[in-house]
């Protein structure tokens, strides 16, 4: 089960990889382009906002796997900080599991979106005229995999939680205090001192 923990992180750091590639070449570049004709020619000559909307959408599906496996995103846990460490550990899974639902239902209700752009055949508004179902494809891809390693974090984690190993359990579910964060930038610091 730990080698498919480490399977599913380095999966989403590649996917975090591939939306910053998204990201780069999907808006920096077409604005790039867009500016620099703007100036000499005085119109664009790429679809640059409709183009980087399109990465944008990517680049959050894509990412979100990476979030939930490094435990980057945000929870308020002034409450449960101070809990002892069963109990916290007990909040600290039911919220897991209250993101895998949301999770879950982002990527099935995704789906119809993409399902409905594949049955209408649609096209974005633009010049450009480009299938919906091309973009919305990785956007949905992106959270499909979110879904997936949301899903599986709490499982591993209970997991670990069955097998004794709160510690294994605390490392994947809950946040870090703040003392390890600034030991993990490289500050040093007396945790004795106010």
Known sequence: MHQFHRLTTKISTWLAWAAGAVILFGC???IAIDV????????????????SSY?????????????VSSKANIRVDILTAKLPRRLRLGFDLVAALAM???ATALA???????????NLGSRSQSTLQVPLILPQSLW??????????????????AARLFAGDPDGAEAL???PDLMD????IGIDVDEDTP
Not at 40 to 50: A, D, P, Q
Not at 181 to 184: N, S
């Open 100 to 102: 895998a639902l949301t």
């Open 108 to 118: 099935y209700y995704t789906f119809d979106v993409l399902a409905e752009s594949w």
């Open 140 to 157: 949905w891809a992106g959270l499909v995999w979110f879904a997936t390693v949301a899903c599986l974090t709490p499982l591993f984690a």
């Open 173 to 175: 579910i809950s946040n």
């Open 181 to 184: 964060e600034i030991k993990d």
């Open 55 to 67: 990465a944008f959408a990517a680049c959050i599906g894509l990412g979100m796997g990476y979030t």
């Open 28 to 30: 920096a570049v077409p």
């Open 36 to 51: 620099v004709s703007r100036a000499t020619l005085g119109r664009t000559i790429v679809e640059s906002f409709e183009i």
